[in-house]
Each structure stands twice: as C-alpha cells, then as structure tokens.
C-alpha cells in the first residue's frame, strides 16, 4: 500500500470548514438548516470592488505578476496601515499579498519556525485561548510548540499582560494576538494592548531575544463597543517585531476572492518580506492577477459600504447579546467586535437530547443540535482553553434568521433530559 505523510495525516482538519461544509451540504439537499457555522459575511462585495476585477480581466490583466503583488497595490496596503493603524516606517517593500489570510499565516509560520534538529526543543508560540483554530495546527505544521495561555468568559477572554510575561522564555519565537478575536467576539482595549507590548520589549531585551509577534486584525472593521481598534504594530519600540496580518474576507464580504496581507517595518521586516517571496514564490506564486486593482479600490473608495456593514452587525450583536443574556445555563460575553458569540454551554453536559443522542460536550451537542434541530454552531473544542465548554455563534446572518436561530437554541435545550 502506498503511504502518505504522517504530517498531514496527523494533522487536524479545520472544524469551522468541516461545520461551514456541513451546513452548507444539508442546505443544498433542501433541508431548512440554520447555519450559524461560517465566519463569512452574509453580504455581497460591493460593486465597485467587482467592477475593478472585471475591467481588468476585460483589459487582459492575466498573465503572472510579481510574486508578493504588483507595487501599485503593495503601496495602497503599505497607506492604508500607516494612515488607519499608525505603523511606522512602512514601504510597499514590506508588504506581502497571499491567497487569504490563512495563506499569509501559513507562509509566514514556515518563514518564522523550523522542525528543530535531533533531541533539540521546538521553538515556541505564546497563543492565548480560545483561539481561531487554525494557528496551533499551523505553527506545529512548521515545527513550533504552542504555549497556551488559558483565559476566561468572565474576563472576556483576554490574557493580561503578567500572563503573556510568564509565558514567554528563551525558546520564544511568537506571540500571536486576534483583536477583534474570532472565536470569542471579544476585543483587547488599548491600554491592555500596550501592556503587552511593553511585555514584548523588555523580553526582546532580556530573555527572549528572537521574539516576534503576528497580530492578526481580519476583523478591525467590524467593531461596535466603546472601545476603538488599536494595532500593536504601531508601537514604535516593538514595531519592527510586530506582522499585522489583514485581509479584505471579513470587512467587505470577500471571503471567496482569498485575498491576505502582511505588513512587518524596518530592516528585519524586509528580511522577512523577502523570506515570505522566497516560499510563495515555490508554493503559489502571485494571486490571481485581476484582483489587485479591486483591492485597491475596496481599501481606497469602500469605506461607506463597510461602514453600512459594520452597523449591520452592531444591530445583529444587540439581539444576540439579548438573547443569549436570558437562555438558562448559558454563560455569555457580550460579543463587541467580529460577528461571534461564544457562550459557555457546559451546564447543559451530561444530559440527553430529545432525540436520544448525549450531550456529553460541545462536540456532541453541536452534532446533536445540527442533525435534529437544523441549527448548524461550531463545537468549541479545537480553539484551545475553556472553548471546550463553549460553542461557537457566527452571526453574519440577518436579525430573523438570529431570532428563528436563538427559538431553535433554546427549543433544544429545553428538550434535554
Ligand atoms: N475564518 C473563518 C471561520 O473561522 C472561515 C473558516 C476558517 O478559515 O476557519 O469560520
């Protein structure tokens, strides 16, 4: 019998694609399913971002291009984080364009980690939790070692910075952060963001001289607290150890155009931006070449279609904050930025579903849920922590499909014996 690599073998399938394809798959058989599984927009692109596309297609812009995107767009990647998110120093030498921001995570998890010789220690990735599921699988896919640090619903899952302080040691590599965060729908503030980052500089200085951090702001925009964005990266005594990983899938409604960046200032970011050409350019090369003029119009003349998005969702957290604030033995942090609710279930574990499945964990719920009450969540197990204890609500759906998604929630709930 042949054989395939054990690495992939022995790697985690994705549980957000796996529920998203479920859903999806059930919905296409015709069955009524409500899919709160996918972190995508319920929204189209705008127009004019699709128009771009087309007129470059029209205008026969497809052939290869340079591997990390042409300069035009690396520049208006290159504006955008220094004008929105206050990143110094940067040029468009600096920026990388990848097929989706798992993409420019993957890439740069191999540019960043190595298998470590015979009988050494892996390097390692300080990642609090829960988080979004693919960073653990990607980092040891590279050959890191994941530190979590453990965080709660009642602190709105954030890690302070004496945490991140006492996780890092010699051997550390990385820091992820995901504000706003997916799973949890929680931001960091930017004080507590600061923190951290001073954290990082002494770090740099004292224990950990190779550290880096990989802030990851997909859903910068969609944001409807008090509290206001803030970028680590622009901090400018850890600057040039900061990546800010973006995006265009969440804010303007492009999950399927796969379009990532990353943006790293100073003379180690063009190390690593060059690192970054060298393995795109033997993984993938550029990306679909007639997409570059449409990011640049969606980063330069979309900002009133994302803001009638982002008020969008501020109106969808309301109800689902509301609901979820009154379900019985349901713990929940109000969601204030991205489009996920990630209430603690567990006091529900242990018991039996109408249907006679059990109810022993997030898992079999979610499974239970989905095929006996057509209500697709994602099961918390696989981002790390106390998501065990949770299920994931992507709410990118309209205010009905929430009020008909929550009925179905708590008709099952209320059936469990
Ligand atoms: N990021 C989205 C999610 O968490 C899309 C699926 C994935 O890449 O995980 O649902």
Redesign the pocket.
């Known amino acids: 019998m042949p054989q395939l690599s054990p690495r992939v073998l022995n790697l985690k399938p994705?549980?957000?694609?796996a529920f998203?394809n479920r859903a999806k798959n059930m919905k296409a058989q015709g069955l009524d399913v409500l899919s709160f599984?996918?972190?995508?927009p319920d929204f189209d692109t705008p127009q004019p971002i699709k128009d771009a596309a087309i007129a470059a297609l029209q205008a026969g812009q497809t052939k290869y291009m340079p591997t990390l995107g042409d300069v035009a767009t690396r520049k208006a990647i290159a504006d955008k984080f220094t004008t929105e998110n206050g990143i110094p120093g940067l040029t468009p030498d600096h920026i990388t364009i990848g097929s989706?921001?798992?993409h420019s995570l993957y890439v740069a998890c191999h540019v960043i980690f190595d298998h470590p010789p015979h009988g050494e220690q892996p390097h390692e990735c300080v990642l609090p939790v829960p988080a979004?599921?693919?960073y653990a699988p990607l980092v040891e896919l590279a050959g890191g070692r994941i530190v979590e640090v453990p965080t709660t619903v009642e602190s709105g899952f954030k890690a302070t910075a004496e945490q991140i302080k006492a996780a890092i040691t010699p051997r550390t590599r990385l820091v992820i952060l995901n504000s706003p965060s997916?799973?949890c729908g929680t931001m960091y503030t930017p004080d507590e963001l600061r923190a951290i980052g001073r954290v990082i500089h002494e770090a740099a200085r004292t224990i950990a001289p190779d550290i880096l951090v990989l802030s990851d702001e997909?859903y910068e925009k969609i944001i409807f607290g008090e509290v206001p964005h803030f970028s680590i990266g622009s901090m400018p005594e850890i600057a040039d150890r900061v990546i800010t990983l973006n995006g265009l899938?969440?804010a303007y409604g492009m999950?399927g155009w796969r379009v990532g960046y990353t943006a790293m200032p100073g003379e180690f970011g063009l190390k690593f931006t060059n690192a970054m050409a060298t393995l795109q350019g033997q993984m993938s090369t550029n990306i679909t070449s007639f997409v570059y003029p449409a990011i640049r119009t969606a980063l330069t003349q979309c900002a009133p279609q994302v803001e009638m998005m982002r008020q969008a969702f501020a109106s969808r957290a309301k109800v689902i904050n509301a609901r979820l604030s009154r379900i019985k033995g349901v713990v929940n942090a109000p969601a204030t930025g991205a489009f996920?609710a990630f209430p603690d279930v567990s006091s529900w574990f242990g018991k039996t579903s109408k249907g006679g499945k059990p109810v022993r964990n997030a898992l079999e719920m979610c499974n239970a849920m989905l095929e006996e009450n057509l209500l697709a969540f994602?099961p918390g197990e696989d981002f790390g922590g106390c998501g065990r204890n949770h299920v994931?609500i992507?709410f990118a759906c309209s205010e009905q499909q929430i009020e008909k998604g929550m009925d179905r929630f708590e008709e099952f709930l209320d059936n469990l014996r």
């Not at 994705?14 to 694609?17: D, Q």
């Not at 599984?37 to 995508?40: I, L």
């Open positions: 994705s549980v957000t694609v998203m599984a996918a972190g995508e989706g921001g798992k979004w599921v693919s997916n799973p997909l899938s969440k999950t996920y994602v994931r992507s």
